[in-house]
């Protein structure tokens, strides 16, 4: 006999909505309104991971270094042989460290429990979402990163280099159950960050609203998107324009896969920014009239209060090609 929920689907699928839908749809609504409160559940991220993404997706076979621009600042990847590259939800766990490193103001960072992690960025608890978080600490664990930038200072180029891992020392206990608590402080899983990384989160924390980061864990080009803008548009000094494509285009930064027509990635761009506009109404991003670019103008993701005065080092940003635009 055919259920009543496969009947509804066959007679009126527009009334049938996914679980999947329906808990982001939850979570777009818990996140909107917790940004109209003030009690936003605010992590961090690190500069040169919200300037540049990560992989969206699993890289070919082999393929060991990754690299992406914007404006005069370079990312490279290099990925461990025996893990790879790190990719697609591996990018909230840089995001988890420099949260924790914040917050515990430490280079040795602590947590109890995988599920800690698992429940912050709304992961199952099973063993399958465990095993896939474990496999992203090694990929991170086993990474090369390499990050730089060319400016002009007068007459002088002024060239800022820098290498580093993510972390020095891991203690991650292996467990068949991700909610099984250690039985001493012993047992805790402790990760030293290298002193490069925690220098680089402690000098230009960026603020990232975690709420609206597990609503999108699940879209890491979206994720991409929404982190990137976050910052964009905070530090935006009016109305700019970002080009689209090109060697300063917004298609060189963000995490996505290479895109050979520009007119995808704009149907690409437009579908990620409709959810983000779901998530944060009052982001002002739009595609320009002409297609060739993306307007931003000056707004804040994460709303600063009291306890949360958000502020920018402009001396150490790194600089981002814009070009003025009345479009």
């Known amino acids: 006999m055919e259920s009543a929920g496969s009947a509804l689907k066959r007679l009126m699928p527009e009334l049938v909505v996914s679980k999947q839908k329906l808990h982001q749809a939850e979570g777009s609504c818990s996140v909107r309104w917790k ?13 040169p991971f919200v300037l540049c993404g990560l992989p969206v997706r699993k890289p070919r076979q082999g393929e060991m270094l990754y690299e992406r621009r914007n404006g005069n600042f370079t990312l490279q990847i290099t990925g461990h042989p ?9 990018r909230i766990v840089p995001i988890y460290l420099a949260t924790l490193a914040v917050r515990q103001q430490s280079q040795t960072i602590r947590f109890r429990t995988a599920a800690e992690m698992l429940e912050t960025f709304g992961m199952h608890k099973g063993g399958k979402e465990y095993r896939r978080l474990i496999a992203a600490f090694e990929r991170i664990f086993g990474a090369t990163i390499f990050f730089g930038t060319d400016t002009l200072s007068g007459k002088a180029k002024v060239v800022q280099r820098s290498r580093f891992n993510f972390f020095t020392e891991a203690q991650i206990w292996y467990s068949r159950d991700p909610n099984q608590c250690p039985l001493s402080d012993q047992f805790e899983n402790v990760i030293v960050l290298s002193d490069e990384f925690y220098r680089e989160i402690m000098s230009h924390p960026i603020p990232a609203d975690l709420e609206a980061v597990k609503v999108l864990a699940g879209a890491p080009a979206v994720l991409d998107l ?15 324009a970002i080009p689209l494509v090109g060697p300063f285009g917004l298609a060189t930064q963000i995490g996505s896969i290479e895109y050979a027509r520009p ?20 982001c002002p991003a739009q595609i320009s009239s002409d297609g060739l670019a993306l307007i931003v103008e000056q707004a804040h993701a994460v709303r600063p209060t009291k306890h949360l005065p958000i502020t920018v080092n402009s001396q150490a940003a790194i600089p981002m090609r814009s070009e003025s635009s009345h479009a």
């Not at 009690?39 to 500069?47: P, T």
């Open 82 to 90: 025996h893990y790879g590259l790190p990719f697609g939800q591996d």
């Open 226 to 240: 929404f982190m990137w803008l976050s910052y964009r548009c905070f530090v935006a000094k009016g109305r700019e």
């Open 263 to 282: 007119r995808r990635f704009r149907e690409k761009l437009e579908e990620w920014l409709n959810s983000i506009h779901v998530l944060w109404p009052e």
């Open 35 to 47: 940004r109209e409160e003030g009690k936003q559940n605010v992590g961090f991220s690190s500069r």
